[in-house]
């Protein structure tokens, strides 16, 4: 079961539903990096980022970023679900970056993307 998907600035985005309830766009980053996403979507999702989540560093290339890590409690596309997913909050001066996922966010599922198709699947 998989997904469409369609390029964008150079990069493969994909809808994804956030806390069975959302939907929001992701921009699909290959590598094994942290889930970004913005401080909005939280808010969008009804999340309330607690106020003693750890802050991190990120360093994005040209941008090192401040970014509170916190858990969101569930991705969908398609059927699967993938639940307490680790993710790096943006701050509203980020927002630009927009959502990112890896291949990491998917935790044990494997994903294949077919370029031709404009197919995204989770196995």
């Known amino acids: 079961e ?8 150079g990069q493969q985005r994909i809808s994804l539903i956030v806390d069975e309830q959302t ?9 094994d990096g942290p889930t970004l996403v913005p401080a909005a979507l939280l808010t969008a999702c009804g999340i309330e980022l607690a106020a003693d989540a750890p802050l991190v560093i990120l360093d994005l290339g040209e941008r090192k970023l401040k970014a509170r890590r916190t858990t969101l409690p569930s991705l969908r596309l398609g059927k699967h679900v993938v ?17 990112q996922i890896t291949m ?11 370029p031709d198709g404009l197919w995204f699947r989770l196995r």
């Open 83 to 99: 639940r307490n997913v680790d993710v790096y909050v943006l701050p509203p001066e980020a927002a630009d970056i927009g959502a």
């Open 23 to 31: 939907p929001a766009t992701f921009s699909f980053v290959g590598g």
């Open 104 to 114: 990491h966010g998917f935790g044990q599922l494997q994903t294949d993307l077919d």
């Open 2 to 9: 998989g997904a469409p998907f369609y390029h964008r600035s």
